[in-house]
């Protein structure tokens, strides 16, 4: 028997790992774990994300057992859940998954490994969240890439390295990048371990009340956007009262699309668009290369910044009532759906970490606690980026004015009047901080840090 486990690819579909264990093994069953150790830490227990990864489970495991197949789902620590899965089945060869790049993911495959290779069997884990992972895109002297532009330069060119033929849906043959080639794994749905070999039982997906957890009432966003929207992000991206963003983050986290087919499309369509992905792809590099920056800023010294961390500023900033409506509407709009328009993210972490001189850890928790596509290493990037401490930083004494980017994106207030409808009367409070006042603090602030490491 072969197991292949899922975690950040549910799908069937172009799914790197999976596609090797069904190409070269046989009886392969696929399995997803409920992990205690993450959900345990949420504290809202009607998180939609929560509900999201119960949904594409449930619906991942209905899509098996339509082919034939059995899926396995369990709730617990991953570690516990092996050592019973290794007891259970002693006739586990190999195990197939895709890598996840997070530091506790890397410490967890580790231990699995260790023991699925005790027992004399096999762990192999591909890449398939990313498109180029660490070690591909280098510097011609070597080593990692901590500024952008290059990257993506360098990025672009070996995706042309290897041009590679496929035969579309319509039957057509396209030239497209070996690296977006996508996998057929429907081709070997035979290999998968038949429903037939297990009991009801052991086929039944937990709910979100086993795990201690209820609906929640957010919208997710489809997986589908409209060609038009993608055609015209480099225009309409930058608007926040529009629907001009294509709202796919939390797929791309969870895997529930192909990151290569939504950037082989994309690439047709809009260059805007691909160098988003590869923003990711740049970040998770970062996250990669140099793991401190999961609890520390890139750039050390800026350990040095004397944060003010005024609790009450940071709950006004949290709730919407800092008194700034750009700021304002941008959190509102977080707290109620789950999501905030990406150039709003910039101007809310700015007035945070400048204007409010409040730690860019605390928003990054913040942000991970509320985002539908909350993605550690894009979160790390920009929290760092905002605060000028990350790699490819926006320098400290760059300070956004939320008004001025407030009247070049939003100009006829239909953001602000959408979030903060009290803007304009007397029930909308004066700014904690003044921009005047909040910027000449914080160049001052950073200024004396640094100057002193």
């Keep these: 028997m072969t197991i292949f486990w899922h975690r950040r690819d549910l799908r069937t579909h172009d799914n790197a790992g999976?596609?090797?264990?069904?190409?070269?093994?046989?009886?392969?069953?696929?399995?997803?774990?409920?992990?205690?150790n993450i959900l345990d830490r949420l504290e809202n227990k009607a998180d939609a994300r929560v509900e999201f990864l119960q949904n594409e489970v449930s619906r991942l495991a209905n899509e098996y057992r339509e082919a034939g197949g059995a899926m396995r789902v369990f709730y617990g620590k991953p570690l516990q859940i092996w050592k019973k899965l290794l007891e259970e089945y002693p006739e586990i060869e190999a195990v197939y998954t895709n890598e996840d790049y997070e530091q506790y993911a890397k410490d967890r495959d580790f231990k699995v490994a260790k023991l699925v290779e005790g027992r004399g069997g096999r762990f192999r884990a591909y890449k398939d969240h990313v498109i180029f992972a660490g070690d591909e895109i280098?510097?011609?002297?070597?080593g990692p890439y901590t500024?952008?532009?290059?990257?993506?330069?360098?990025w672009r060119a070996k995706l042309d390295e290897r041009i590679s033929t496929m035969v579309n849906d319509e039957g057509k043959e396209l030239k497209v990048s070996f690296y977006l080639k996508p996998y057929p794994n429907r081709k070997y749905f035979n290999a998968l371990a038949p429903t037939s070999k297990f009991g009801k039982k052991e086929l039944v997906v937990p709910s979100l009340q086993d795990m201690g957890f209820e609906p929640g009432n957010i919208d997710i966003p489809p997986t589908e956007v409209s060609r038009e929207l993608i055609k015209n992000y480099d225009e309409t991206r930058d608007i926040p009262g529009i629907e001009g963003t294509s709202r796919l983050g939390i797929h791309y986290r969870h895997g529930t699309v192909s990151i290569r087919e939504k950037c082989l499309r994309a690439m047709k369509l809009n260059d805007t668009y691909v160098n988003e992905l590869i923003w990711r792809d740049f970040y998770s590099q970062i996250l990669q290369h140099f793991p401190h920056v999961e609890n520390g800023p890139f750039r050390e010294k800026y350990d040095a910044i004397p944060w003010i961390n005024d609790e009450d500023h940071f709950q006004a900033w949290c709730a919407g009532k800092t008194g700034v409506p750009i700021v304002d509407a941008g959190m509102r709009e977080l707290n109620e759906t789950g999501y905030m328009h990406n150039r709003v993210r910039m101007i809310v972490a700015s007035y945070l970490t400048k204007h409010l001189l409040t730690t860019w850890q605390w928003g990054e928790a913040y942000f991970a606690e509320k985002l539908l596509d909350f993605e550690l290493a894009s979160n790390n990037g920009g929290w760092?980026?905002?605060?000028?401490?990350?790699?490819?930083?926006?320098?400290?004494?760059?300070?956004?004015?939320p008004e001025s980017q407030q009247k070049k994106f939003d100009p006829e207030f239909k953001y602000i009047k959408e979030w903060v409808p009290e803007y304009g009367t007397a029930d909308y409070p004066e700014p904690l901080v003044e921009?005047?006042?909040?910027?000449?603090?914080a160049i001052a602030t950073y200024k004396e840090a640094l100057n002193g490491n």
Excluded: S
């Design 147 to 154: 500024v952008f532009t290059p990257y993506m330069r360098t």
């Design 435 to 441: 921009h005047k006042f909040g910027r000449e603090r």
């Design 384 to 401: 760092q980026w905002a605060a000028g401490c990350g790699t490819d930083a926006q320098p400290y004494f760059r300070v956004f004015n």
């Design 138 to 142: 280098q510097k011609k002297a070597g």
């Design 18 to 36: 999976l596609y090797r264990a069904l190409r070269n093994e046989t009886d392969v069953l696929p399995i997803f774990i409920f992990d205690k």
